[in-house]
């Protein structure tokens, strides 16, 4: 059986479950970091305004920011550098400069000298509310935070947070990214878990399906729980039961409809045998007459007289034989030989054998029966210039015969018919040569089917082999 689908259930399931964990991730990640970046830029902002404070109180900011171009060689100015440079180090910050109303750097913990200019983005003169940067990475990609006090009519003082005050967003986000890959491992393991769990419980349930429909009517299958897929599997249960009744109360109605036909078959073969072997002689005993010799019309319609009678023989032997239960008389078979005897019924006919050859007990009148049907319907279907194949695979506990052409294939409307007894779709037959070989074949404990195959037909004689020599 074909399988339905390209994707199992269970990575289908997979799939979507990833695809929803992603997206969740990705707009988390995008609503969380922006919620943390503003938290900790609100963070910051406090303590730089803190430790700006502090520096106004801890440092002679009056002094500091007097300082005018030419001061940096005083002994006082180096002092106080060296105090700037102190302070920026024990409270985290990067960099610290203290500026004129200008604009003009009066002091700086980096080394820019009194009446340089400095060219940061300053508040508007008079106004006396700080000016803040937003936390953000520069050009290197790191992190960066400022903000620009003013001192009241003193200057301006700028203190920019450092590395080491910075990098807790770094350890923050490493963590958090852990978290995240820890979160979306779990994630995974149990996704996987419950696919597993979830799409092995639909396998089984799809398996018993797909043998169910080869024909396996006592497929069971049992899954525990009280979810969809208990109530499917006990569904499930009772439609194979169902069908099984079904199928073996059609099966004794199909033996008992066939034994009762196979007893009129016989009962009219018998009536009709009798009359049609006296027409028979009676037409052989016109033919030898004078009047009959003498004259050419009369002696043809005598002779297809007696074609017809022999061809109505041939079918009332025909039905014989299917109403007769085959007697098997098993032996060990020679399967060479029987391929070269039915392969002398069709020359052109193409013969597959392994390298290795069975001698399985069967019947081997019942068998060439069987393979010479099978041969003359395949090339009357493939035609004088077609192809017959006539072969044999051997099983561990099977042999398969089979017969293929590369005719134009049995008929949709037929395949379900060609084995009926009187079911043909030829101008000429009795329709039972399938009947009959179906016959023998399920006498000997096998199975007769049509095979599906890309050309032409293919039919195919499984039987069993208990016994070798």
Not at 114 to 131: C, D, I, Q, S
Not at 371 to 381: Q, S
């Amino acid at each position: 059986m074909r399988r339905p689908f390209t994707w199992s259930l269970r990575w289908q399931i997979l799939a979507a479950m990833l695809l929803v964990l992603s997206a969740s991730l990705l707009l988390h990640t995008w609503i969380t970091d922006n919620l943390f970046l503003s938290a900790l830029d609100r963070q910051f902002t406090a303590r730089l305004s803190l430790l700006a404070r502090q520096a106004e109180s801890d440092l002679p900011m009056h002094r500091m920011a007097a300082y005018v171009s030419g001061d940096e060689e005083t002994r006082i100015f180096q002092q106080d550098r060296e105090h700037l440079r102190r302070f920026a180090h024990d409270q985290q910050l990067d960099r610290i400069t203290i500026l004129s109303n200008q604009g003009h750097v009066c002091l700086d913990n980096l080394g820019l000298l009194p009446g340089a200019a400095a060219g940061f983005e300053l508040p508007v003169p008079g106004n006396y509310t700080p000016r803040l940067t937003m936390l953000h990475r520069n050009r290197r990609g790191e992190w960066q935070k400022a903000i620009t006090l003013p001192l009241n009519n003193r200057g301006l003082l700028r203190i920019s947070a450092g590395f080491k005050m910075l990098n807790v967003i770094n350890r923050i986000r490493t963590r958090r990214l852990l978290a995240l890959a820890v979160g979306i491992l779990l994630s995974l393991g149990l996704s996987w878990f419950l696919v597993y769990f979830l799409g092995k419980r639909i396998s089984r349930l799809s398996r018993a399906f797909q043998s169910l429909q080869s024909g396996h009517g006592n497929t069971r299958v049992r899954l525990s729980g009280r979810d969809e897929i208990a109530y499917l599997s006990q569904a499930f249960n009772e439609m194979a039961s169902e069908l099984e009744t079904r199928a073996e109360r059609d099966r004794q109605e199909q033996e008992q409809r066939l034994s009762e036909l196979k007893v009129l078959s016989s009962g009219v073969a018998h009536e009709i045998r009798n009359p049609l072997a006296a027409i028979g002689s009676l037409a052989d005993l016109l033919v030898r007459q004078d009047t009959i010799k003498s004259s050419s019309d009369t002696r043809d319609l005598v002779s297809r007289l007696r074609n017809e009678v022999d061809r109505v023989d041939k079918i009332v032997v025909e039905v014989l034989a299917y109403a007769r239960q085959p007697k098997l008389n098993r032996a060990g078979l020679d399967i060479i030989e029987l391929f070269n005897e039915v392969k002398s019924i069709d020359p052109n006919c193409r013969l597959a054998l392994p390298e290795t050859l069975p001698r399985p007990f069967l019947d081997r009148a019942g068998i060439a029966t069987v393979l010479r049907n099978l041969v003359l319907n395949a090339r009357e279907a493939a035609g004088p210039q077609g192809e017959v194949t006539l072969g044999i695979r051997v099983r561990p506990a099977r042999i398969l015969f089979f017969v293929a052409d590369n005719g134009p294939g049995v008929p949709a409307e037929s395949v379900k018919n060609i084995f009926q007894p009187f079911y043909s779709h030829k101008t000429r037959g009795s329709g039972l040569g399938l009947a009959i070989a179906r016959n023998i074949i399920e006498t000997h404990g096998g199975r007769l089917r049509l095979a599906d195959s890309a050309q032409g037909a293919l039919f195919v004689a499984g039987l069993p082999r208990p016994k070798e020599d």
